[in-house]
């Protein structure tokens, strides 16, 4: 009589986590061990049993194993035969791969030796047969990361000035294992910049100061570069960038959500100054008032100057006054104080002279904390008052001498006898030799060389860092 031969074969499969601990979650890069045990619930011995496997998407199959007599080839185990009762315990390794959905390892009993009776179906998604088919989901979290860097062109010591264009780049690297997803980084623009342009590489968005840029692959960057032009009276421009959001978990580790650069702005006054007497009256007499005013203005701009000081030289005079307040000291500082563009201020010196001379009032140097194009060298301008006596003697402390015939209390002939030892006027009265034309030493040694031509990049701008210098010419100002 001949028996029936039958065999009930079950697969089941099962992964173990890495060694490095007993978390049931995985992250990509990770070493998995799957276990797969095949069990004969009989009653028969089931003879060339096939045992085929798919591994996940992206993952490898590693070190495929197995008792002695079995052997691998192509995805699938061939076991030559499992007694009823028994179960044949094999295993394969692989690396979790990053960036899927999912993590599936699907394995099937597909056929056992010719002849011996059941019915298989391939290892795929159509495989619904009980017992034949096992599936292992690994939970797997990804883990990007951002490296956040913001660099200034030219460098932190570039000294930008207001006006000029400034650029800036941002980068987000990932040094992580899975790619970087739905990054938001938050990028504004300084306060001091105006008209910034945007450029990104990699794709993905710039708007209102959020950077929003495409998917960053593992070893990947974004980068986006931004330009504008410099403000005045913005001291400094402070660059970052801050990761506000990522749709991947990011690694701390790995990741610098936050960066920032600082970079210092060169400020620039053009600074003009002037000196003159109040309401031109340049002459005055022993005894009268006299005033002379000084006014600062920043005309040219472009920023605020910021702590303007002007040192006056000031003849020796007697009962020197001022409307200078504390601003103002003897010595000839008067501290201007700010002055935005356009803007200016002025001084105004009096005195009553109690001697026939010259006086003469220069403004020495004016400067701030801006740097100043137009700097003037040595006298930045300068003026005059001429004193003359109000009788014509030589010595106007000198009473006039009512008993002498050139006393202008005595009447008559007032022309000098000839014989008195005066020498008649060589010229007809014209000659200008020895005459300086009521000049002061300044005046004349101005006249003497003109204009002076000076290369000008040492000084304030120069040593900011301009980096051209400026020709300008020594200028005085009446």
């Known amino acids: 009589m001949e028996v029936a031969r039958k065999a009930d074969l079950k697969v089941a499969v099962s992964?173990?986590?890495?060694?490095?601990?007993?978390?049931?979650?995985?992250?990509?890069?990770?070493?998995?061990?799957?276990t797969i045990g095949v069990k004969n619930d009989g009653p028969s011995t089931a003879p060339g049993v096939k045992v085929a496997h798919v591994m996940p998407t992206g993952m490898r199959a590693e070190d495929p194993s197995g008792p002695n007599w079995t052997?691998?080839?192509?995805?699938?185990?061939?076991?030559?035969?499992?007694?009823?009762?028994?179960t044949v315990e094999l295993t394969v390794k692989g690396i979790v791969p990053a960036d899927q959905e999912k993590t599936v390892h699907r394995v099937c009993v597909v056929g056992t030796a010719s002849g011996f009776p059941g019915e298989y179906k391939p290892c795929d998604e159509s495989n619904d047969m009980a017992g034949h088919v096992a599936v292992s989901e690994l939970h797997v979290v990804?883990?990007?990361?951002?490296?956040?860097?913001?660099?200034?062109?030219?460098?932190?010591n570039a000294r930008p000035l207001p006006g000029q264009k400034v650029s800036w780049t941002v980068k987000s690297a990932n040094p992580g294992v899975s790619q970087a997803k739905g990054l938001e980084i938050e990028v504004p623009v300084p306060a001091g910049v105006t008209g910034a342009e945007s450029v990104l590489e990699g794709g993905g968005s710039y708007e209102d100061g959020l950077w929003k840029p495409a998917d960053v692959p593992v070893g990947g960057a974004a980068v986006l570069k931004l330009t504008g032009t410099v403000l005045p009276d913005h001291d400094q421009l402070d660059y970052r960038a801050t990761v506000k959001k990522s749709t991947t978990p990011l690694d701390e580790s790995k990741s610098i959500k936050t960066a920032e650069s600082t970079v210092a702005v060169q400020q620039v006054a053009g600074l003009d100054v002037?000196?003159?007497?109040?309401?031109?009256?340049?002459?005055?007499?022993?005894?009268?008032?006299?005033?002379?005013?000084?006014?600062?203005?920043?005309?040219?701009?472009?920023?605020?100057?910021?702590?303007?000081?002007?040192?006056?030289?000031?003849?020796?005079?007697?009962?020197?006054?001022h409307d200078g307040g504390s601003d103002f000291g003897n010595e000839g500082t008067w501290k201007v104080g700010d002055l935005k563009p356009g803007q200016e201020k002025s001084l105004t010196l009096t005195f009553i002279p109690k001697?026939?001379?010259?006086?003469?009032?220069?403004?020495?140097?004016?400067?701030?904390?801006a740097a100043n194009p137009q700097e003037c060298q040595d006298i930045c301008a300068s003026t005059q008052v001429k004193?003359?006596?109000?009788?014509p003697n030589d010595n106007p402390d000198k009473p006039n001498d009512p008993d002498k015939p050139n006393s202008p209390d005595t009447p008559?002939?007032?022309?000098?006898?000839?014989?008195?030892?005066?020498?008649?006027p060589a010229d007809g009265g014209g000659s200008k030799g020895g005459d300086d034309g009521g000049k002061s030493l300044v005046d004349q040694v101005l006249a003497s060389t003109g204009s002076s031509a000076m290369w000008w990049g040492a000084g304030a701008l120069g040593a900011a860092g301009i980096g051209a210098a400026l020709l300008?010419?020594?200028?005085?100002?009446?």
């Open 142 to 156: 990804q883990r990007a990361a951002s490296l956040v860097t913001v660099v200034p062109e030219g460098g932190t």
């Open 71 to 86: 052997y691998y080839k192509d995805g699938v185990w061939t076991i030559p035969s499992v007694a009823a009762g028994e």
């Open 412 to 424: 008559g002939d007032q022309t000098p006898p000839p014989g008195d030892g005066q020498e008649p």
């Open 15 to 34: 992964a173990a986590p890495s060694a490095g601990g007993a978390s049931e979650e995985y992250t990509p890069g990770e070493s998995v061990t799957y």
């Open 274 to 321: 002037a000196i003159t007497p109040v309401d031109g009256k340049d002459s005055v007499k022993v005894g009268e008032q006299a005033r002379v005013k000084v006014t600062v203005a920043n005309k040219e701009g472009p920023s605020t100057a910021r702590g303007t000081v002007a040192e006056l030289g000031i003849p020796p005079v007697e009962g020197l006054t």
């Open 355 to 369: 001697e026939a001379k010259d006086f003469t009032f220069d403004v020495l140097s004016v400067h701030s904390d």
């Open 387 to 391: 004193v003359t006596a109000d009788a």
């Open 472 to 478: 300008i010419t020594a200028r005085r100002r009446r």
